[in-house]
């Protein structure tokens, strides 16, 4: 339960500083709108494959599957199709939460 909470909250922290990042008011929907789309593509992931137990590389896969995904889920719940100018927002997700996952393997 804890790594759940974990995983959330990280996804969580990602979109409150994001929205402070752009200058935009921190919204319980503003933060929903960024954080459940990766929470909901981590979260099956990370049952198939224990990103907190086992080798390392656990942690990568799930983190490389989950990440472009959420962002397409992401894309979609905003209205508009998966296009390469995600990229940014993509590279940016992914060096955020990977220290942090990688922190909460580590606390595990």
């Known amino acids: 339960m804890a790594k759940r909470v974990w995983e959330a909250g990280v996804f969580v922290l990602f979109a409150v500083v994001g929205a402070i990042s752009h200058g935009r008011e921190v919204t319980l929907p503003g933060v929903l709108v960024t954080a459940a789309p990766l929470w909901l593509a981590w979260g099956p992931l ?13 942690l990568f896969v799930v983190w490389v599957l989950a990440l472009p995904l959420g962002v397409g889920l992401r894309s979609l719940l905003l209205g508009s199709p998966p296009t390469p100018q995600l990229l940014p927002f993509l590279l940016v997700a992914m060096a955020f939460t990977l220290p942090l996952m990688a922190l909460g393997r580590r606390l595990a």
């Open 46 to 58: 990370a049952r198939w494959r224990d990103p907190y137990e086992g080798p390392l590389v656990n």
